[in-house]
């Protein structure tokens, strides 16, 4: 006999967006009225089997809702009926109407059936018709799209067991239907006879496959397998590489991945070049739970070697072993590596392995990291990429060590700390450059060790009227340890053991003052600052290694020390002076202005005696009155900013050295501009300005396509240093570029690169790139 019962509940379901939790359990509880024991409990050791790979908790409330209830006692059988939604654990149900068969312990979904599984994956089909234990079944019309947006579709599927479903006539991608078409074919897709997805593996396999690009079929094989875009590391082919290189003839890279184990894997990279041979590459990595390392192993037999000839590639075999690692002692130590071994200069270089560098740095470290203090130390060995430079004139750091401290109390109600740093270096020849008529010693020959430690002190007061005071304090002392000095210049000290000491005291004034105009806030902060030591001592007596470098411009105005290194320090009495300007607006805008200058009070003044690298000299602090520096910068909620920061001769107000750039990006537009400006140096042999200007833009002028462009030119050479013009098309399943970029030389043992490039990703499946690269003159 056939009844139907048509509740109100079920009337009232209609409503199901503002239904709470309680109505459902009510609605549930209804229907559960009307329906023998057993075949309830079935219904729900069913509904857990076929929506649920893995059963939920049985405490797990099961809510149905639908317009309608029929029950069919004789044939035992249940129907929900109408906008039918049934939620069971995490798992989503919903149908035009949904039948349970317990003599046939199947479940079958008939009419829109959508499928929402807790892992995210969304199935939607016209017909599901599954068994109770979901071993087995079919699926009419199918559709599948996983949170990592791979879809699958099928006129039919069968489901053989918990972790494998079987697609007939199957199509797999990770592009969206085309809105305005949806029966349109995506931009690409496989197609296949059958298609196979187990869930377990990760791992989709496909029979009598045929690749198509826009609707185009391009490749067809009889067996094809592929990770699906959840899985990260699957053993297979990836996609080749190909192209043509000027000096080695044409090329191409087959490439396989293989990852036996989950801690484990190796790439191998071998390439065919027509006028070098084979060239063997091969990447090996692996993660010991504590953390990870690689080894990179690469070696060719040239088959003509007379190519690289004059150069320190002319030899019959080249190679390199590279290894890069991290490994985590404990959660404040780390011990790492970063180390390569050359056959030669050039062969990096050569086979388009590394970018086009100076000089490649091998280190090994060790590093701690605790709440108040720090340490470092790590050896360095620079391999040299070019045979302009000789590596016997490159220092060897064995090794620089660095400790900092800070105080764990308040010392006199300041501020404690301690700086150590130990370098020991040794260099076999030594390095000097000459340079209009100027010759600077940047590196002395043979064996160099100095311990420096540096214990300093500061306190903030802010006195009545918003007055900011900052007295501090340091005491530095340097022992230089120089066993080896066999032709090192005449004017290094000549004892084997050098000391030096700088004690310093000194005190910071600022006056930050507060206005308000409106919406707009406005700090102006006027700043003195006083610091008072003696000369510095042994001034070209000493090497000098790292402390070349020295840039005056607003960023190091209020440094007590203004060398960058420790091989040099600041002596003499000298009062830091100027303002600083910053603007906040209510719409988010905001600018910022500084300037100000230096003056020498007291004392020798460290940067107008010259050392062996001329540093300090021509810096616009080697006078009384140094230069004036200043900066301006503008911020924007637009996607805009600029600075600008300069320094002006102090008689003269000539511009001296500038640096501008600025960035922005409004709507489908995107760029940036960076100009540099050095003047003249007399003291290290420069007698000309230079000047630099950087640009790069972009432009997005359709749906998925955009065109851009950098460049960096030299103004004073007037040529082009280097500069590239890209063409892209990325949506979400593909992205492809066209790229042309031109390099000129930048050493003197190269020449200007030009490259084609064309690069392709279908994602998820495979990417590749073809190129073209030629390094004539």
Same mark, same amino acid.
């Given at each position: 006999?056939?009844?139907?019962?048509?509740?109100?509940?079920?009337?009232?379901?209609?409503?199901?967006?503002?239904?709470?939790?309680?109505?459902?359990?009510?609605?549930?509880?209804?229907?559960?009225?009307?329906?023998?024991?057993?075949?309830?409990?079935?219904?729900?050791?069913? /509904?857990?089997?076929? /929506?649920?790979?893995?059963?939920?908790?049985? =405490?797990?409330?099961?809510?149905?809702?639908?317009?309608?209830?029929?029950?069919?006692?004789? =044939?035992?059988?249940?129907?929900?009926?109408?906008?039918?939604?049934?939620?069971?654990?995490?798992?989503?149900?919903?149908?035009?109407?949904?039948?349970?068969?317990?003599?046939?312990?199947?479940?079958?979904?008939?009419?829109?059936?959508?499928?929402?599984?807790?892992? +995210?994956?969304?199935?939607?089909?016209?017909?599901?018709?599954? &068994?109770?234990?979901?071993?087995?079944?079919?699926?009419?019309?199918?559709?599948?799209?996983?949170?990592?947006?791979?879809?699958?579709?099928?006129? *039919?599927?069968?489901?053989?067991?918990?972790?494998?479903?079987?697609?007939?006539?199957?199509?797999?991608?990770? !592009?969206?239907? !085309?809105?305005?078409?949806?029966?349109?074919?995506?931009?690409?897709?496989?197609?296949?006879?059958?298609?196979?997805?187990?869930?377990?593996?990760?791992? %989709?396999?496909?029979?009598?496959?045929?690749?198509?690009?826009?609707?185009?079929?391009?490749?067809?094989?009889?067996?094809?397998?592929?990770?699906?875009?959840?899985? *990260?590391?699957?053993?297979?082919?990836?996609?080749?590489?190909?192209?043509?290189?000027?000096?080695?003839?044409?090329?191409?890279?087959?490439?396989?991945?293989?990852?036996?184990?989950?801690?484990?894997?190796?790439?191998?990279?071998?390439?065919?070049?027509?006028?070098?041979?084979?060239?063997?590459?091969?990447?090996?990595?692996?993660?010991?739970?504590?953390?990870?390392?690689?080894?990179?192993?690469?070696?060719?037999?040239?088959?003509?070697?007379?190519?690289?000839?004059?150069?320190?590639?002319?030899? &019959?075999?080249?190679?390199?072993?590279?290894?890069? @690692?991290?490994?985590?002692?404990?959660?404040?130590?780390?011990?790492?590596?970063?180390?390569?071994?050359?056959?030669?200069?050039?062969?990096?270089?050569?086979?388009?392995?590394?970018?086009?560098?100076?000089?490649?740095?091998?280190?090994?470290?060790?590093?701690?990291?605790?709440?108040?203090?720090?340490?470092?130390?790590?050896?360095?060995?620079?391999?040299?990429?070019?045979?302009?430079?000789?590596?016997?004139?490159?220092?060897?750091?064995?090794?620089?060590?660095?400790? =900092?401290?800070?105080?764990?109390?308040?010392?006199?109600?300041?501020?404690?700390?301690?700086?150590?740093?130990?370098?020991?270096?040794?260099?076999?020849?030594?390095?000097?450059?000459?340079?209009? +008529? %100027?010759?600077?010693?940047?590196?002395?020959?043979?064996?160099?060790?100095?311990?420096?430690?540096?214990?300093?002190?500061?306190?903030?007061?802010?006195?009545?009227?918003?007055?900011?005071?900052?007295?501090?304090?340091?005491?530095?002392?340097?022992?230089?340890?120089?066993?080896?000095?066999?032709?090192?210049?005449?004017?290094?000290?000549?004892?084997?053991?050098?000391?030096?000491?700088?004690?310093?005291?000194?005190?910071?004034?600022? /006056?930050?003052?507060?206005?308000?105009?409106?919406?707009?806030?406005?700090?102006?902060?006027?700043?003195?600052?006083?610091?008072?030591?003696?000369?510095?001592?042994?001034?070209?007596?000493?090497?000098?290694?790292?402390?070349?470098?020295?840039?005056?411009?607003? &960023?190091?105005?209020?440094?007590?020390?203004?060398?960058?290194?420790?091989?040099?320090?600041?002596?003499?009495?000298?009062?830091?002076?100027?303002?600083?300007?910053?603007?906040?607006?209510?719409?988010?805008?905001?600018? =910022?202005?500084?300037?100000?200058?230096?003056?020498?009070?007291?004392?020798?003044?460290?940067?107008?005696?010259?050392?062996?690298?001329? &540093?300090?000299?021509?810096?616009?602090?080697?006078?009384?009155?140094?230069?004036?520096?200043?900066?301006?910068?503008?911020?924007?909620?637009? @996607?805009?900013?600029?600075?600008?920061?300069?320094?002006?001769?102090?008689?003269?107000?000539?511009? *001296?050295?500038?640096?501008?750039?600025?960035?922005?990006?409004?709507?489908?537009?995107?760029?940036?501009?960076?100009?540099?400006?050095?003047?003249?140096?007399?003291?290290? @042999?420069?007698?000309?300005?230079?000047?630099?200007?950087?640009?790069?833009?972009?432009? *997005?002028?359709?749906?998925?396509?955009?065109?851009?462009?950098?460049?960096?030119? #030299?103004?004073?050479?007037?040529?082009?240093?280097?500069?590239?013009?890209?063409?892209?098309?990325?949506?979400?399943?593909?992205?492809?570029?066209?790229?042309?970029?031109?390099?000129?030389?930048?050493?003197? #043992?190269?020449?200007?690169?030009?490259?084609?490039?064309?690069?392709?990703?279908?994602?998820?499946?495979?990417?590749?790139?073809?190129?073209?690269?030629?390094?004539?003159?």
């Amino acid at each position: 006999m056939r009844r139907t019962v048509q509740s109100a509940y079920w009337n009232d379901s209609l409503n199901r967006a503002t239904r709470t939790t309680g109505l459902r359990a009510a609605l549930l509880a209804s229907v559960l009225l009307f329906i023998p024991t057993s075949m309830t409990a079935a219904l729900a050791q069913d /509904l857990a089997s076929n /929506l649920k790979i893995q059963k939920p908790d049985d =405490n797990s409330p099961m809510l149905v809702e639908a317009d309608q209830m029929v029950y069919d006692y004789d =044939n035992e059988r249940v129907s929900a009926v109408g906008n039918v939604q049934i939620y069971y654990g995490d798992y989503t149900l919903q149908a035009d109407k949904v039948t349970y068969d317990q003599k046939s312990a199947r479940l079958i979904a008939d009419g829109s059936v959508r499928i929402t599984e807790p892992s +995210g994956n969304v199935m939607t089909a016209n017909f599901i018709d599954i &068994t109770e234990d979901f071993r087995s079944g079919f699926v009419r019309s199918l559709r599948v799209q996983t949170p990592e947006k791979a879809r699958f579709a099928a006129d *039919k599927a069968e489901r053989r067991d918990d972790d494998t479903v079987v697609f007939d006539k199957g199509v797999y991608t990770t !592009c969206e239907p !085309c809105r305005e078409n949806p029966k349109k074919s995506p931009l690409w897709q496989i197609k296949a006879s059958r298609i196979i997805y187990n869930s377990k593996d990760k791992m %989709v396999y496909y029979k009598a496959a045929k690749f198509e690009f826009m609707g185009v079929p391009l490749l067809y094989t009889p067996y094809l397998a592929h990770p699906d875009p959840s899985r *990260k590391r699957s053993s297979g082919f990836l996609a080749p590489r190909a192209g043509m290189n000027s000096d080695l003839g044409y090329y191409v890279t087959p490439r396989y991945f293989w990852a036996p184990s989950d801690s484990y894997d190796v790439t191998f990279s071998p390439t065919y070049y027509s006028k070098q041979g084979f060239l063997a590459n091969a990447t090996w990595r692996q993660h010991l739970g504590i953390g990870e390392y690689n080894v990179r192993v690469a070696g060719i037999s040239q088959q003509d070697k007379e190519a690289f000839s004059g150069t320190s590639g002319d030899k &019959t075999f080249r190679g390199a072993v590279e290894s890069v @690692g991290e490994l985590n002692l404990s959660d404040k130590w780390k011990f790492g590596w970063d180390v390569s071994l050359l056959s030669d200069k050039l062969f990096l270089r050569d086979y388009k392995l590394i970018d086009d560098v100076e000089d490649k740095r091998s280190t090994i470290y060790l590093v701690g990291q605790g709440e108040r203090n720090y340490f470092d130390a790590r050896a360095n060995y620079y391999n040299i990429m070019t045979d302009s430079l000789n590596q016997s004139e490159q220092a060897v750091v064995h090794p620089s060590i660095d400790y =900092n401290a800070y105080a764990k109390n308040p010392i006199l109600g300041g501020e404690g700390r301690l700086k150590v740093n130990s370098t020991s270096i040794t260099r076999d020849d030594e390095t000097q450059t000459t340079l209009g +008529g %100027v010759t600077r010693t940047e590196g002395v020959s043979g064996t160099y060790n100095r311990t420096s430690v540096d214990a300093s002190w500061k306190r903030k007061f802010v006195a009545p009227g918003g007055q900011v005071i900052t007295p501090f304090t340091s005491l530095r002392g340097d022992v230089y340890w120089m066993p080896s000095k066999s032709g090192a210049p005449a004017a290094l000290v000549d004892e084997n053991v050098a000391l030096r000491g700088m004690p310093t005291v000194g005190v910071d004034y600022r /006056l930050p003052v507060l206005v308000t105009a409106g919406n707009t806030s406005h700090i102006i902060e006027p700043i003195a600052q006083v610091v008072v030591r003696p000369n510095e001592t042994l001034i070209g007596e000493l090497p000098n290694d790292d402390s070349q470098s020295l840039i005056f411009d607003d &960023t190091i105005l209020f440094d007590p020390d203004k060398f960058s290194g420790y091989d040099r320090v600041e002596g003499g009495t000298r009062a830091n002076i100027g303002f600083q300007y910053r603007m906040q607006m209510a719409n988010g805008w905001s600018a =910022n202005a500084l300037a100000g200058r230096s003056f020498q009070l007291a004392g020798r003044n460290s940067f107008a005696t010259n050392d062996l690298t001329s &540093t300090g000299l021509d810096s616009g602090l080697d006078k009384k009155r140094s230069d004036y520096v200043a900066r301006v910068g503008l911020n924007t909620t637009k @996607g805009i900013g600029a600075i600008a920061r300069g320094r002006f001769d102090s008689d003269t107000a000539a511009l *001296k050295y500038a640096s501008v750039s600025a960035s922005g990006s409004y709507d489908r537009y995107t760029g940036s501009i960076g100009y540099a400006f050095t003047d003249k140096r007399p003291s290290a @042999g420069i007698t000309e300005v230079r000047q630099e200007i950087t640009t790069a833009a972009s432009i *997005k002028f359709a749906d998925f396509w955009s065109v851009g462009g950098s460049s960096q030119y #030299d103004i004073t050479g007037r040529g082009l240093v280097s500069g590239a013009l890209k063409l892209k098309y990325e949506d979400e399943c593909f992205a492809v570029s066209l790229k042309y970029s031109q390099t000129r030389e930048t050493y003197s #043992d190269t020449t200007s690169d030009k490259t084609v490039m064309l690069q392709f990703d279908f994602k998820s499946l495979a990417d590749g790139q073809i190129s073209y690269s030629d390094d004539s003159d």
